[in-house]
Nanobody, 128 residues
Framework: QVQLVESGGGLVQPGGSLRLSCALS????????IGWFRQAPGKEREGVSC????????YYADSVKGRFTISRDNAKNTVYLQMNSLKPEDTAVYYC?????????????????????WGQGTQVTVSS
């Protein structure tokens, strides 16, 4: 059974940092792409980042490039999203997700492809 469980969200001041974790079970991340997307109230879902299963290559949305870093720990079957220089507009529920390994990460982040599975989400609030 495929499961993704996010953790690490919280309240942080602008300019601060958070690290989100996504614990995976039922599959291994060295084959499937793992991505993060976010949803803020009243806004459309936005792809944030993705890491490829095959070679670990990464892709970022322009809105987070240079501030967020996605990484994975194969031994722990866990994917991380390090978020630095956080802004109020980063406030959202963050979800980790996975989908077909046939599609490139860029397609998932751009919204061209839909993920097949995602977790329950973790709230990130950036406010002073």
């Amino acid at each position: 059974q495929v499961q993704l469980v996010e953790s690490g969200g919280g309240l942080v001041q602008p300019g601060g940092s958070l690290r989100l974790s996504c614990a995976l079970s039922g599959f291994t991340l060295d084959y499937y792409p793992i991505g993060w997307f976010r949803q803020a109230p009243g806004k459309e879902r936005e792809g944030v980042s993705c890491i490829s299963g095959s070679d670990g290559s990464t892709y970022y949305a322009d809105s987070v490039k240079g501030r967020f870093t996605i990484s994975r720990d194969n031994a722990k079957n866990t994917v991380y999203l390090q978020m630095n220089s956080l802004k109020p507009e980063d406030t959202a529920v963050y979800y980790c997700a996975t989908g077909s390994p046939l599609y490139y990460c860029s397609g998932y982040v751009r919204g061209k492809y839909e993920y097949d599975y995602w977790g329950q989400g973790t709230q990130v609030t950036v406010s002073s």
